[in-house]
Structures are given as structure tokens and as C-alpha cells.
């Protein structure tokens, strides 16, 4: 029906719609969707370190952080425990890096510190 006045407008008509290229769009599109949202997920599930590995690297940073005024030496140990243990988790990683600076400051271990420093901005850095 080209060329029929509506609402005192010329209706000029729409091109025929095929029903399959639409939903063939549809599915496109979901597809899509559903493929990003897949591999998203599946990078941040390999991204992460291992759960039992960040409690454990938090519990130490946590202790270390608590006796590095008290018993400094203890706190020493904790930090290096959690550096050694926290490969894969970069924040406990720095974190326990820091602690090791500020006992070797109490100690005024200051190469020590500046190495420890050192170490820490390149990671930083890489991050």
C-alpha cells in the first residue's frame, strides 16, 4: 500500500524486514555476549592466586605488622616468610616488603632498606 495518505502524511513505505536476517542478528549478538562474559570470567578466575596462599600470606603480614615495634626480629621473620610464600599475590608481596623496609629502618639497616626499596619500586613498576 505505497503511495496511501496516513494522518495527512504520504505513508512512503518500509522495506520488507526478513524475519530470518533478524533473528540471525539476535543470536549473533548472544553469542557475543555470551563468549565475553565467558572469557572474562575465565581470566579472572586465572588471574587470582590461590586462596589458602593469600589467607596464609595475610596472616603473616598481619602478625609481622602487629610485633614489628615489640619484637622486631620476630616480625623480620613473619615478613620474609609471607615474601617467600606470596609469588603469585602482589599485594601481600608488597605489603610484606614494606614491613621488612620498616624493621630495617627501626634497625637503621638503612642498605638493606634501600635494597628492599629498590626491589619494590620495580615490582611496583612491572605491576
Not at 75 to 98: F, I, M, V
Request: charged fraction near 25%; glycine fraction near 6%.
Amino acid at each position: 500500500m505505497r503511495g496511501v495518505r496516513v494522518g495527512g502524511r504520504q505513508d512512503r513505505g518500509m522495506a520488507p524486514v526478513r524475519k530470518g536476517r533478524k533473528a540471525s542478528f539476535v543470536v549473533a549478538v548472544c553469542l557475543f555476549v555470551a563468549l565475553a562474559v565467558a572469557s572474562a570470567v575465565a581470566w579472572r578466575c586465572h588471574s587470582r592466586p590461590d586462596a589458602g596462599v593469600v589467607r596464609a600470606v595475610d596472616s603473616l603480614n598481619v602478625c609481622a605488622g602487629l610485633l614489628r615495634h615489640d619484637h622486631p626480629d620476630s616480625a623480620y621473620a613473619l615478613a620474609a616468610k609471607a615474601y617467600t610464600l606470596s609469588q603469585d599475590y602482589p599485594d601481600g608481596r608488597s605489603e610484606a616488603l614494606c614491613h621488612q623496609m620498616y624493621i630495617c629502618f627501626l634497625r637503621m639497616d638503612y642498605a638493606t632498606e634501600r635494597r628492599l626499596y629498590d626491589e619494590l619500586q620495580s615490582f611496583v613498576a612491572i605491576r
